[in-house]
Nanobody
């Protein structure tokens, strides 16, 4: 499943960014989605996930209260609103789609937070 991410960039600490991830799927397809991030030399880590209807969300403790995951199923798109960004949020952010027991990754988008 092709996933196209956008919205990364550079921001100062305390700033905000919104990431988007669009999936090339029929809007009637039911799937969960999430965001992971990776710092060079470290393992990819979970950031947030959302169920198909958006009623269930989950966040890593490090981003709770600062990041919000949402989705627009009419556009087959998931968003990650990132507020109060910290330098330690600097990473490549990847979206992930779960469907029928399989998972796909986006290409990644760089987020850089300067102090």
């Amino acid at each position: 499943v092709p996933l196209v991410e956008s919205g990364g960039g550079s921001v100062q600490a305390g700033g905000s960014l919104r990431l988007s991830c669009a999936a090339s799927l029929r809007t009637s397809t039911r799937y969960a989605m999430g965001w992971w991030r990776q710092i060079p030399g470290k393992e990819r880590e979970f950031v947030a996930a959302i169920s198909y209807k958006g009623g269930q969300t989950d966040y890593a403790n490090s981003v709770k209260g600062r990041f919000t995951i949402s989705r627009d199923n009419a556009k087959s798109t998931v968003y990650l609103q990132m507020n109060s960004l910290k330098p330690e949020d600097t990473a490549v952010y990847y979206c992930r789609l779960f469907l029928d027991g399989s998972a796909w990754w986006g290409q990644g988008t760089q987020v850089t937070v300067s102090s």
